[in-house]
C-alpha cells in the first residue's frame, strides 16, 4: 500500500508565502509524476501544478507564483508565493506510482490553505 501525507498548510495573509510538502511511503518502485491539486469550495477539483522527472507544468492561475519541486524520489513540495484569497482551498498531493510495471493513482488527505487578513 501507498500513503501520501502531506505537511505545511495554515492561514497567511494576502500576499503572503507558504510552502506545501508532500512525501510518499509504501511499496513503491518508482514514481513517474507527482503533482498538487486543489479544491475550492463549491467547485470540482483541479490540477495546480504536475512534474515528472524533472519538467513541471502549471496552470494558468500558478504561473509566476507557484513552483513544484522534487528533492527526492518519493516527495514532492510546492512553494506559493504572493497568495490571493481566491487561493483559499484545500490541496491535495498526487502520486502516478509504479508497482510490478503498473501505475496507479494516490492522493494525500489534503491540506488546507487560508488566504485571509
Known amino acids: 500500500q501507498v500513503q501520501l501525507v502531506e505537511s505545511g498548510g495554515g492561514l497567511v495573509q494576502p500576499g503572503g508565502s507558504l510552502r506545501l510538502s508532500c512525501s510518499a511511503s509504501g511499496t513503491i518502485s518508482r514514481i513517474a509524476s507527482m503533482a498538487w491539486h486543489r479544491q475550492i469550495p463549491g467547485k470540482a477539483r483541479e490540477a495546480v501544478a504536475i512534474i515528472g522527472r524533472g519538467d513541471a507544468q502549471y496552470a494558468g492561475f500558478a504561473k509566476g507564483r507557484f513552483t513544484i519541486s522534487r528533492d527526492s524520489a518519493n516527495t514532492v513540495d510546492l512553494q506559493m508565493n504572493a497568495l490571493k484569497p481566491e487561493d483559499t482551498a484545500v490541496y491535495y498531493c498526487?502520486?502516478?506510482?509504479?508497482?510490478?510495471?503498473?501505475?496507479?493513482?494516490?492522493w494525500g488527505q489534503g491540506a488546507q490553505v487560508t488566504v485571509s487578513s
Open positions: 498526487n502520486a502516478v506510482v509504479i508497482i510490478e510495471g503498473r501505475g496507479s493513482n494516490y
